[in-house]
């Protein structure tokens, strides 16, 4: 995939082709967790078992530490959480969001991989980068919901929680099947969009408004179903003004 020298000032990466826009993301995680580590040039490289004194990999070892993790528990419904309009990449990453498996800066601190100073979050607002901080509660990125709300004219308390606030937009009382599997593509939509952007922030220095965030997210979600619905009359601009209408459920 790539080939990792030494240029001026450090480590230099060779990549064998231009990455995807998705491996950007992964590629920026990888250097979060790089960040701390100092690469020795005049040392041959060795594997190393952390689990054990002797730094040498044992079965029982790794099966100890395997049956003492806590079971997983979803406080969202499996079959919500897989759904066939959606790109396989982005139902993963929503299952790590879950799971409070995204390397925020909060994580990363818990992790040892940066220090203190370095866990507010990227938008500037100088609260602790955690997962329901950024996706639900940051004065940017949070607000980015009050236009998706406005746009799909619904009107909700924001709850703290990830998992609460996807069971509620997208599972909520007084909506059809067809409502609710729109609002899950839409739901998917914001979160992915608000990584990718924040990831932009944190590794490229480029920052967007909130409205285009906005318009991010209704063109990738009229994408994603485009591409599934392709029988259907979508339309963009209906689909920007009305997206239940236009889908025929309105």
């Not at 920026?28 to 730094?55: P, R």
């Not at 609260?127 to 901080?133: G, I």
């Not at 909700?156 to 007084?174: E, I, K, M």
């Amino acid at each position: 995939m790539c080939h990792l020298g030494w240029g001026v000032g450090g480590e230099a990466w060779t990549w064998r082709r231009r990455l995807f826009v998705w491996e950007e993301g992964l590629f920026g995680d990888l250097i979060l967790l790089l960040q701390n580590v100092n690469l020795q040039v005049a040392k041959v490289d060795k594997w190393l078992w952390t689990l054990e004194s002797s730094g040498v990999f044992t079965v029982r070892s790794a099966y100890n530490y395997l049956t003492l993790q806590p079971p997983l528990v979803l406080s969202v419904d499996a079959c919500f959480l897989w759904h066939r309009d959606i790109p396989l990449k982005v139902v993963l990453f929503a299952w790590r969001l879950f799971r409070d498996r995204l390397p925020t800066k909060d994580n990363l601190f818990r992790r040892g991989v940066i220090n203190q100073t370095s866990r507010l979050c990227v938008a500037g607002c100088g609260s602790l980068e955690t997962s329901n901080h950024l996706f639900l509660h940051c004065n940017f990125f949070g607000s980015v919901w009050h236009f998706i709300h406005r746009w799909l004219g619904l009107s909700v308390a924001s709850p703290f929680q990830v998992s609460d606030h996807f069971n509620q937009f997208s599972l909520g009382g007084g909506f059809t099947k067809a409502h609710r599997s729109i609002l899950q593509v839409i739901w998917y939509a914001v979160v992915w969009e608000i990584w990718k952007e924040r990831n932009n922030m944190l590794f490229n220095v480029k920052e967007c408004s909130v409205n285009q965030v906005v318009d991010n997210i209704k063109s990738l979600a009229f994408t994603w179903l485009k591409a599934k619905y392709s029988s259907l009359p979508l339309n963009y601009h209906g689909w920007w003004i009305s997206p239940f209408t236009i889908m025929g459920i309105g």
